[in-house]
């Protein structure tokens, strides 16, 4: 549809307004935590350019690698703070562990680092190109971009161990709440960051439960809190002891477009995991969730590209490494 004069100046503005929100909200924590605007202006350029063309290149023939390249962040962030140990390969790494076996998207960050060494060796870290492709990816599907500081440094340690951090589809939402709040991230950065479902998929293996193994608590047998309108939808698409790799949409109707209807879906019981769902149920998150669901206009409402930008700025400082601390990885995978 061709857009009116008014509606690209509203355009205009609201990026403006998105803009000068995140600097003037996030530059004092930024600085102090080691990451800033410009590091590589004299070292490196092109570096968010390069990482740009890199992530569109690969999304042009597989536009999956944009979720994934956003979780891939998230997992990063969460065990070690921000600091590529989640690509180091080798047996009991971070990778190896359970929660981050289907993680995709290592080849898009080895492509990035391999031209990055081409222009300019020894210089951009890998805990950089992954911070910038989940900004680029939630570009790509449609989503707000926003300014991502840099200067983190690649870590030297990755255990399997260690991703007892991140938090599991069955957690409660009081450890969903802890578990952020001890990465310094609060209960509206967890509603907002977790909004990322708006893009992507999960493997039946991570819900089919809610749909069959409820029989003590509902006829149906399915989970009392799934629209029960939606319940067969789900069934048709993980059948009972079927493929529980079978992948299917987190945000049903707009997997491909980052956007607010993912909490829309909640509000109507159609949160596919169960933690997502909790988001709803529980009291504790409701009140957030409902004012990025459109329902709450005004000053009341948030706007979900500007805050889940705001709470990317923060997730992606969470423990960062800088000055002498850490290296610059030659290759992603393995440290030095
Ligand atoms: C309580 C917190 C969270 C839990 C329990 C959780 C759990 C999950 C699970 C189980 C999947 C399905 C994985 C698969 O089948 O491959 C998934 C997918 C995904 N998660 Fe989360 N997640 C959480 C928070 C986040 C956050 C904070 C982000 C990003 C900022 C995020 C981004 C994504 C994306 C984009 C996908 C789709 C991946 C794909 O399509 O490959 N998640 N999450």
Same mark, same amino acid.
């Given at each position: 549809m061709k857009k009116t004069w008014s509606s690209n100046l509203l355009d205009l503005f609201l990026s403006i307004t998105l803009i000068l929100t995140l600097l003037s909200s996030t530059l004092p924590s930024v600085h102090a935590q080691g990451t800033s605007f410009g590091f590589y202006a004299r070292t490196c350029p092109n570096v968010e350019s390069i990482v740009r063309t890199t992530v569109q290149s690969h999304f042009q023939s597989d536009p999956t690698v944009a979720p994934a390249l956003l979780r891939m962040h998230f997992h990063d962030c969460f065990v070690?703070?921000?600091?590529?140990?989640?690509?180091i390969n080798g047996p009991n790494t971070e990778k190896s562990a359970f929660p981050n076996r289907?993680?995709?998207?290592f080849d898009v960050i080895d492509d990035a680092k391999k031209k990055l060494e081409a222009a300019c060796a020894g210089v951009v870290s890998c805990a950089d190109i992954i911070a910038l492709a989940a900004r680029d990816s939630v570009a790509l599907t449609n989503g707000a971009g926003w300014p991502v500081p840099l200067g983190r440094r690649d870590g030297t340690v990755s255990l =399997?161990?260690? $991703?007892?951090n991140l938090p599991a589809f069955t957690d409660s939402i009081q450890v969903q709440v802890q578990k952020f709040a001890d990465k310094g991230l609060n209960t509206q950065d967890l509603v907002t960051l977790v909004?990322?479902?708006?893009i992507g998929t999960a493997a039946c293996q991570f819900f089919s439960y809610r749909l069959y193994n409820f029989s003590n608590t509902t006829t149906t047998g =399915?989970?009392? $809190?799934?629209?029960p309108a939606f319940v067969p939808q789900l069934r048709a698409l993980c059948p009972q002891n079927g493929d529980g790799s079978r992948r299917v949409a987190?945000?049903?109707?707009?997997?491909?477009t980052f956007d607010d209807s993912y909490y829309r879906n909640l509000q109507n019981g159609r949160g596919v995991l169960e933690s997502d769902q909790k988001l709803w149920t529980d009291p504790a998150t409701r009140d957030i969730a409902r004012r990025y669901s459109g329902t709450i206009g005004g000053l009341l409402g948030l706007r979900f590209d500007v805050e889940f930008a705001r709470s990317m700025v923060k997730m992606s400082n969470v423990g960062v490494k800088s000055g002498s601390q850490g290296q610059i990885r030659a290759v992603c995978t393995a440290v030095n």
């Open positions: 070690q703070g921000c600091d590529a140990s989640i690509l289907l993680l995709r998207g =399997a161990s260690d $991703t007892n909004g990322g479902h708006t =399915a989970d009392p $809190t799934i629209d987190l945000d049903t109707g707009s997997q491909d």
